[in-house]
């Protein structure tokens, strides 16, 4: 975000409250995410770092007998579609190149900790308080708040945006750590390429990923429903340890011994919706307001492009355009809300009905869902495609964004506690629209 | 029901190292992947095109099933899909081998 505001001739002033290099989870970049660190001019630094390239995505099925490829693409302006690569990264390191290069390049990073928003008498954001390392606290006046805080989603919080409602995979839980001595794939390029991100799908809300970080270090992670966690009384490192060979023989192939070099990390309840995320002197940016699951590593992905959407929005903002509309915004924030709508419908079809999305990718919508792999998921770039709508028909759903309250209707337990048995151990529901039933 | 002797051969093909199916209400027990392959099939030999909304598993869990499906069709022309240079693939680890140590 920071690099991009700078481009757009901003000096941004960043508060973070972590001290760098931290561990983050977020590892696999997609098509689009390598483009957009290509135009921030980034290529070069990340191949001189050795981050492990990817070209694409191995899925195999329940019995790991199967397997699909979803190669990493990218688009000329004309549209053309060809091959490209990305990259996997350690999020620590990762991250600290990138907060490094955004303040070489005339960010401000400042140690802190936003603790409260500032608002005006008609509730716009007029600032924050900061907590500095020292514990005094420093009120800060600004005319544009960016919430970048991902999952701590601080102005959601601070109940500066609208609601905050749990998604649609609120009951998931997923435990993850690094692993040393993974047998990888063998290739230097395609289906078969050693850095490749697999994923092992063993049946309904029930999956792995294997995402290597370097030469020796792979990232591992187990998702799951949370009640099954629950049910064992295990820690997370025993639940782990005893569960993650169960979801596919595949992994202990792959990992014949799981030496882990990192404890194992928990996030429940990941999969959340902000409403209103945008107003007068406020914009919340990728996870910042919304995250569904993280099967496809579109998180990173929808923060990164959002952040360089926004960056022209800001500064018009800035310049004093948009000022009298009761949310500046309000365009972008439906432009986003489509675009991650366009992922929701394709996660949600990968776990209703794996049959049909199988056919989809391999034969049916091939260059479609090649897009929405990479990340184009946006109205810009031909969305909804073909196949997203296909998924909509499929699901019995409709998106209609001519209300603002009308459009991404969130569907998580909390929002539809009804849905919450979705999550249940041996659950009788066959899908999740055939539970809720028309809306 | 009358179920065609190249659906049988072909399932009893994908299911191997299972025993040749015998009751038309046996679950045919191969993944959603393979699946996948069978679509393909069925458009391609026996020249029939199956709808976006008939890809659910329970249209294709028996070869009772697979027959009533067929049934439901006339011969329809092969389903074109548009050509691209890029095409996810699927594999099966049984024809290509176990990938080796990297």
């Known amino acids: 975000m920071a690099m991009f505001l700078v481009r757009q001739g901003i000096k941004p002033v960043i508060i973070e409250q972590e ?7 977020g590892e696999s970049l997609t098509g689009e995410t390598g483009q957009v660190l290509r135009r921030l001019g980034l290529e070069q630094t990340m191949l001189e770092k050795e981050h492990p390239i990817k070209h694409g995505v191995k899925v195999f099925g329940a019995s790991a007998v199967n397997s699909w490829f979803i190669p990493v693409s990218k688009r000329d302006a004309d549209w053309n579609l060809s091959l490209s690569t990305t990259w996997q990264v350690r999020r620590s390191d990762f991250d600290t190149m990138l907060l490094k290069e955004a303040e070489a390049r005339g960010a401000t990073v400042m140690q802190g900790t936003a603790t409260k928003a500032l608002l005006t008498d008609d509730g716009a954001v007029r600032g924050m308080t900061v907590r500095w390392p020292d514990g005094k606290s420093e009120d800060i006046e600004t005319q544009i708040v960016l919430d970048c805080s991902g999952q701590a989603t601080f102005l959601a919080n601070q109940r500066v945006t609208g ?13 993850f750590s690094q692993v040393t001595g993974a047998i990888r794939d063998s290739g230097t390029s395609g ?81 959340y919706q902000v409403r209103r995320f945008s107003g007068k002197g406020f914009l919340c940016i990728g996870d910042g307001h919304r995250f569904i699951d993280p099967i496809f590593s579109f998180g990173l992905t929808v923060t990164m492009r959002e952040g360089e959407f926004a960056a022209p929005l800001v500064r018009a ?16 924030q439906a432009f986003c809300e489509k675009g991650i709508d366009n992922l929701e419908d394709m996660i949600d079809l990968f776990w209703e009905q794996p049959f049909a999305f199988a056919n989809f990718v391999y034969h049916r919508y091939a260059a479609e869902l ?12 031909h969305q909804p495609s073909a196949a997203i709508l296909t ?7 409709t998106r209609d964004y001519d209300h603002e309250d009308d459009y991404s209707i969130p569907i998580g337990s909390r929002f539809h506690p009804e849905r919450a048995a979705l999550w249940e151990t041996n659950s009788p529901v066959s899908t999740t629209e055939t539970w809720m039933g028309a809306r | 029901m009358e179920i065609p002797q190249k659906l049988r051969d072909y399932i009893d093909s994908n299911r191997a190292p299972l025993p040749p199916i015998k009751d038309l209400d046996e679950p045919l027990q191969i993944d959603s992947l393979a699946l996948v392959r069978l679509v393909a099939f069925l458009e391609s030999d026996f020249e029939i095109q199956i709808d976006d909304e008939e890809l659910v598993a329970e249209n294709f869990a028996t070869l009772r099933k697979l027959g009533e499906l067929i049934g439901s069709k006339s011969k329809a022309p092969p389903r074109t899909v548009a050509p691209s240079p890029v095409r996810p693939s699927a594999t099966s680890v ?9």
């Open chain 1, 391 to 397: 998924f909509r028909k499929l699901l019995k759903r």
């Open chain 1, 191 to 271: 289906e078969n390429a050693k850095d490749n991100t697999v994923i092992f799908y063993d049946k309904k809300f029930h999956w792995s990923w294997f995402i290597p970080l370097d030469k020796d270090v792979v990232s591992v992670g187990l998702v799951l429903p949370r009640a099954d966690f629950l049910e064992k009384k295990q820690t997370p490192e025993e639940f782990f340890r005893s569960e993650l060979y169960n979801i596919s023989p595949e992994i202990r192939r792959r990992i014949p011994e799981l030496k882990l070099v990192e404890k194992v990390h928990v996030i429940p309840n990941y999969s």
């Open chain 1, 19 to 25: 001290v760098f290099p931290r561990f983050h989870i």
């Open chain 2, 94 to 102: 049984r024809e290509a081998g176990p990938p080796k140590e990297g």
């Open chain 1, 163 to 175: 609601p905050k409602y749990l998604g649609s995979y609120d009951k998931q839980v997923a435990f």
């Open chain 1, 370 to 381: 090649t897009d929405a792999f990479a990340g184009r998921i946006y109205e810009t770039e």
């Open chain 1, 317 to 332: 903002y800035l310049e004093g355009k948009g000022r009298d509309k009761t949310n500046p915004f309000a365009e972008h």
